[in-house]
């Protein structure tokens, strides 16, 4: 429920398995790495108003 609404989420693809890391500072690395991943996987799929058109 997002203000009031129901959403629908739908995993597209995976970025990484799960992993554990010895520092807060190698965590907040490998997570600018999974949005750097994510974004190009995205940035090659068409939107949804793409999609329809």
Same mark, same amino acid.
């Given at each position: 429920?997002l203000?009031?609404? =129901? *959403?629908?989420?739908?995993?597209?693809?995976?970025? =990484?398995?799960?992993?554990?890391?010895?520092? !807060?500072?190698? #965590?907040?690395?490998? *997570?600018?790495?999974? *949005?750097?991943v994510? =974004?190009?996987?995205?940035?090659?799929?068409?939107? #949804? !108003?793409? =999609?329809?058109?």
């Amino acid at each position: 429920d997002l203000y009031g609404q =129901r *959403i629908h989420v739908e995993f597209k693809a995976k970025v =990484r398995e799960e992993a554990k890391f010895s520092s !807060l500072d190698l #965590m907040v690395e490998e *997570i600018h790495n999974d *949005i750097a991943v994510a =974004r190009k996987y995205f940035a090659g799929q068409k939107t #949804m !108003l793409e =999609r329809n058109d």
